[in-house]
């Protein structure tokens, strides 16, 4: 039970995941660093970059041609 109340306890200070991989993107475009830079300054791994970025790009194409993107 204890472990349980700490995992909630750092999940409080954490920002949202999705927050937090459209802030690493924006600074990404900037061209303030690679995605491989910016993952060891903001703390995440590299595939965890790397998977944001791709998510977004397939978004994009998928928006572009024309299909609709699901919302949760």
Known sequence: MVSVAILRAHAI???????????LLEVYDGGKGSLSELAERFGVSLGWAWKVSTRRNATRKRTASGVKSSSR
Do not use: Q, V, Y
Not at 13 to 23: E, L, M, N, V
């Open 13 to 23: 200070g954490r920002p949202d995941s999705d927050d937090f991989g459209r802030k």
